[in-house]
């Protein structure tokens, strides 16, 4: 059972006017290099990233998953450093994951709580939100995703698409600048991956989504492909795109 | 699994706060262990047995609580009396009855939340010097009460998908799976947790401001 | 790879503590399982609590099984037949479940500190099995008797003989703890803490 899509998700009335509008925040990577029980993961990366959609892509093992957890600092690199606006995420990791949201493939792995609105509020308390303004923030963010008729369920009980909407909900009700994906629409069939999509186009804040859905990606700003422990193409999505079918498959 | 042994309701055992529930059985347990009068003792159990029944309890949910302690004290009563003495055996009786029944009364009115809250208060002492951690026991508590349901689906899962290559039920082939799984779905979990900012920022510190929230 | 580094208990303890509870709850929710040699079925979740000193260690061992028994406390059906409350720990087998709490550590304790050190495999698979019977019967039985001797007024003595009906399952039980630990370990190298 999956509700009807609702209204245009992240841009409820009520939300930041600002929030259409508001830059991205720059994540900047400087010599990072990341290993693994002595394997190189990712080596040796520059980057600079401040377009509202980005795409990563790449085959398993590449190494993009390591650099979405590098992005919110759930991963600190061994070498170099990661900035997210001048903000490095060794040292001030709690800030930059405040800012930068991040949601996973799995929903049952990133849901925590029995009932869906407990799990909505927990993101809140733990950015220090005054209790009294919990409840009206969390149903504000269900109704924007169109799930408000979910927030008293148990979240075993959902369906895998409702779960990542929940997920996705439970992320974006902490107001985030930037929202990094990690391959959000692998464990869904088609129809709910096609929710996912939308709800990824339309939401307010940017996005970094690493993914294998190639499609996901074509109407993006900027997407990376990697490869080998680096980047290997970085560029508009056709030619990305383009790139990765002609040497990944 | 989801529901509690918790029977909602408004009778005066409801409207009593936790604590005070909680240290009437804590003093009855160690007060029924100095008594051993049989009429004292069966006065006490009569008490108990009323206080449930103000509960308003589901007949139902009663029987199916108190059954198979039932069966347990029968056969330690019949053991005690042939061991010991009847007098003993009696005075066991009507002292675990008591007991059982009135900790049943506590269960009954009081929501597993308020309890948990107060042993929070409780244990406040020993967060205080950082033994415990209400924040992380509280977690830990919801985390608990959302991974049953997940762990008992695979559990099934792997049971089917094991009957289905001819494979008996066999606890060691069943859990060490479960319990692979779980691990690996620990580290994906606790990212989960930290990516949404766990933990809370510290209250300003003081125990007294601790103590004002709480009550 | 560089996870953040937390001193004492990180959120990943937390995790891996609520985790095994969770499946020693989950355990209590399995029908019996009845073993061809003892006609006593026997639920399997005391064989979660040597599996959590086992495979967490000593202090998570330990936290996931007090977790258990808070859970209890509280009301929470969470025990093997949809036990729970109070009651449980008002009653003659109270002293079983506190006794998780020791029997988890001491479990640990072992397989962490001698268990985990030998290097030939069988040493090894004696060791666990003896850490399991250690932690998950002496201590666990060390409580659970003198408690229900106290609690029946049972001489300590035929309150012990009364517990020796259970030894035959829990043995069983320790052995299966011993190969699943075995097994995990194969496929899932992890820390004990």
């Known amino acids: ?249 | 699994m989801n529901t509690s042994l918790y029977v909602p309701g408004d009778t005066p055992l409801h409207r009593l706060p936790a604590g005070a529930k909680f240290g009437v059985l804590f003093a009855a347990g160690i007060g029924l262990f100095l008594l051993a009068h049989p009429a004292v003792l069966g006065a006490a159990a009569a008490v108990a047995a009323a206080l449930v029944l103000s509960a308003r309890a589901p007949l139902g949910a009663l029987r199916a609580r108190l059954l198979p302690v039932g069966v347990m004290l029968a056969v330690l009563f019949a053991a005690t009396a042939l061991l010991q003495d009847a007098g003993t055996a009696v005075a066991m009786l009507l002292r675990l009855a008591a007991l059982i029944l009135l900790a049943l009364a506590v269960t009954l009115t009081t929501r597993p939340a308020d309890l948990l809250e107060f042993f929070e208060r409780l244990t406040a002492p020993l967060a205080r010097v950082g033994v415990a951690n209400p924040e992380r026991i509280s977690l830990g508590v919801s985390l608990v009460l959302r991974f049953v349901p997940e762990v008992f689906r695979r559990f099934q899962e792997i049971r089917e998908a094991q009957a289905a290559r001819g494979l008996k039920a066999n606890p060691v082939a069943l859990l060490v799976p479960l319990i692979v799984r779980t691990l690996k779905a620990a580290d994906d979990v606790a990212d989960a947790i930290d990516a949404r900012c766990y933990p809370p920022p510290r209250r300003p510190s003081g125990g007294a401001r601790t103590e004002e929230n709480a009550t | 790879m560089n996870r953040r580094q937390e001193r004492g208990i990180t959120t990943r303890d937390v995790v891996l503590v609520a985790l095994f509870a969770a499946i020693i709850v989950a355990l209590g929710l399995v029908p019996p399982i009845t073993v061809g040699i003892v006609p006593v079925p026997i639920t399997l979740q005391t064989l979660g609590v040597m599996l959590a000193g086992a495979v967490l260690g000593p202090v998570r061992g330990a936290l996931a099984c007090g977790l258990v028994v808070l859970l209890t406390a509280v009301g929470l059906p969470v025990l093997a037949g949809g036990r729970g409350g109070l009651g449980v720990f008002a009653g003659p087998t109270g002293g079983y479940l506190v006794g998780w709490i020791p029997g988890a550590l001491v479990t640990g304790l072992m397989v962490k500190y001698w268990a985990a050190k030998l290097t030939r495999g069988w040493a090894k698979a004696g060791a666990v099995l003896a850490a399991c019977v250690a932690g998950g019967i002496v201590v666990v039985y060390a409580l659970g008797i003198p408690w229900l001797s106290v609690s029946s007024g049972l001489p300590l003595r035929e309150a012990a003989l009364g517990g020796m009906v259970f030894v035959p399952g829990d043995l069983i039980k320790a052995v299966a703890a011993a190969l699943v630990a075995h097994g995990v370990a194969r496929s899932y190298s992890m820390e004990l803490k």
């Open chain 1, 1 to 249: 059972m999956t509700a009807p899509a609702g209204p245009a998700p992240g841009a409820a009335p009520g939300e930041r006017p600002s929030a259409a509008e508001a830059p991205a925040p720059v994540i900047e990577l400087h010599g990072v290099s990341v290993g693994y029980d002595g394997r190189t993961v990712l080596s040796g990366l520059d980057l600079r990233l401040a377009e509202r959609r980005i795409g990563v892509i790449g085959q398993n093992g590449s190494g993009k998953s390591t650099l979405a957890r590098l992005l919110n600092g759930l991963v600190v690199p061994d070498e170099g450093r990661v900035l997210v606006d001048g903000r490095d995420t060794r040292t001030d990791g709690r800030r930059v994951r405040s800012e930068v949201g991040f949601v996973f493939q799995n929903p049952d792995n990133q849901i925590v709580f029995p009932i869906v609105a407990e799990d909505m509020a927990f993101g809140l308390k733990n950015l220090g939100l005054p209790k009294k303004e919990i409840p009206g923030r969390v149903a504000e963010a269900l109704e924007s995703f169109g799930i408000g008729h979910l927030a008293e369920r148990h979240s075993h009980l959902l369906s895998g698409g409702e779960k990542q909407l929940v997920a996705l909900a439970s992320v974006m009700v902490m107001r985030p600048r930037t929202v990094v994906f990690d391959e959000p629409t692998t464990l869904l069939d088609l129809r709910n991956r096609n929710r996912i999509r939308d709800a990824v186009d339309a939401m307010a804040p940017a996005a970094v989504v690493v993914t294998h859905d190639l499609e996901l990606v074509s109407g993006y700003d900027r997407v990376l492909v990697v490869h080998e422990g680096g980047i290997a193409f970085d560029g508009a999505p056709g030619e990305a795109v383009a790139w990765y079918r002609e040497h990944c498959s």
